[in-house]
């Protein structure tokens, strides 16, 4: 798929992109908001230069409604600068986001979300001013295909598709997690650890970071521990409390695409001896889990196991 996009059209969608949002303030707040949404929907995002949660919302609802191509407009309210006029909207807590449409709020949220509610929330009010669902902009569809690619096992395509989104957008996480992934998955740890290492540090702490980087620590462990599977259970037959081998098993076994068994063994770790090895057993569940992700059924399955366990 290409998502290049043409010099001309790009500097046209930047600039009604750049017109989309704007900070405003008390004396402005009626021509900008309330007569404004006569026209578009328009969400009024109230932060505070302090806010370490308005830091995070800020860019990610900005992102939003530059993908919604026109179709809403963002007014940034500085609640310091504009004391009166977020006691007068009862601004108790921020971040705290309104939409306006038609002279009235119609909806809004107080708190941090996830990016992807706050797509789902820009998109709702979108819709409900009768403009439709935004469509998905040609980055959301180069991800979407490449995440499709890589769940049918096409790891060579998704690679491609992740890193032409990188090309533009170097720090798009979702772009770069899945890349390393979908190296990962290919065969090629190393060129996963070379963009892990050269990703700048605002994004590691990343969920989709997170997640590829649980996954390439699992494979280059495996790696390790491949090739002695036989052995490992030839010891634990002649001691079933031989939990290093137990352990090395478990990674040879998920390194061999059988995570069921891998987790399995490292349960019975958690069951024998909860806190050998500093705990090893369970933060290598943990670790499994972030690489599968939270609505895998094996997560979920694994996860009440040792809940159980840690809890009986």
Known sequence: ?????????AGANGAAAAA???????????ADVIEASNELPVI???????????KQLGP?????????????RLVKIDVDKNQELAAQMRIQSIPAVYAFHRG??????????????????????????????????????????????LKAGDAGTASALFGQVMQHEPDNAAAAGGLIRALVKGGDPEQAREVLDKLPPALAKDKAIEAARA????????AKAAGGSAELEARLAKDPNDHQARYDLA????????AEPALDALLEIVRRNRGWNEEAARKQLVKIFEALGPT????LSARRRLSSILFA
Request: charged content about 25%; hydrophobic content about 45%; proline content about 5%.
């Open 1 to 9: 798929m290409d998502i290049l996009i043409g010099q001309g059209k």
């Open 20 to 30: 989309a949002i704007k900070d405003s303030d008390t004396e402005h707040f009626m």
């Open 44 to 54: 009024v995002d109230f932060w505070a230069t302090w806010c370490g949660p308005c």
């Open 60 to 72: 990610q609802l900005e992102k939003a409604v530059k993908d919604a191509k026109g179709a809403v």
């Open 104 to 149: 009235r709020p119609v909806d809004g949220f107080v708190g941090a979300l996830q990016e992807s509610q706050i797509k789902a929330f820009v998109q709702r009010i979108v819709k409900q001013a009768g403009g439709g669902a935004a469509g998905p902009s040609p980055i959301d569809q180069a991800l979407e295909e490449a995440e499709a690619a």
């Open 215 to 222: 996954l390439l620590e699992l494979a280059e462990q495996a």
């Open 251 to 258: 990674l040879a076994l998920y390194g061999a695409g059988n």
């Open 296 to 299: 895998d059924p094996l997560t």
